[in-house]
């Protein structure tokens, strides 16, 4: 790996893939938000991942692979956050009215999702999800699972999904 820039910093992260889980070090400006990082403009077509560790669905058991480097499509990406307890301040103004945390449940490759989306209090959850034109949707206080790794769970304050490949459920 090259030196960092004086601008730059590592943001330990988890990628998301509808096949594998991917956690390592993402170079970025130092002034990137990086849990929002896919949701700005000039998204790199491949997500460059220091000291990756990947976790692969394919079979029984499923397979951990390490990398120095490693390159993800961005459009194979299903969800991102960074690891905790690393964090950023949350992306929406807490005083803005009329606006709910609808509990919900998101299946996400192998892996559960329970969390909050942020919507309007006005409309129902089936009109918000039809009308949302989005690339990426941030789900807050989130807890995940995975039935193939009975022993992973994690809490996660913000995260980002594309909405059009989870499957979103209520309990």
Do not use: C
Not at 117 to 123: D, G, H, K, N, P
Request: proline share 9%; hydrophobic share 45%.
């Amino acid at each position: 790996m090259k030196p960092l820039a004086p601008d730059e910093k590592l943001a330990p992260v988890m990628i998301y893939t509808p096949t594998m889980l991917v956690r390592g070090d993402l170079v970025t400006k130092e002034n990137v938000r990086v849990s929002i990082l896919l949701r700005t403009q000039g998204v790199p077509n491949y997500l460059h991942i220091h000291n990756a560790h990947a976790v692969i669905f394919g079979g029984t058991p499923p397979k951990t692979l390490s990398f120095s480097e490693m390159f993800v499509p961005t459009p194979s990406v299903i969800a991102f956050h960074l690891v905790p307890p690393t964090q950023d301040v949350m992306d929406y103004d807490t005083s803005e009215a009329n606006r709910i945390m609808q509990p919900m449940d998101l299946v996400v490759g192998t892996f559960n999702f329970k969390g909050h989306v942020r919507m309007s209090a006005q409309t129902e959850v089936s009109v918000s999800l039809e009308v949302m034109r989005i690339s990426w949707l941030s789900i807050y206080d989130t807890q995940i699972t995975n039935p193939y790794l009975p022993q992973f769970q994690m809490q996660v304050p913000l995260l980002v999904i594309s909405p059009t490949q989870v499957s979103m459920a209520m309990s």
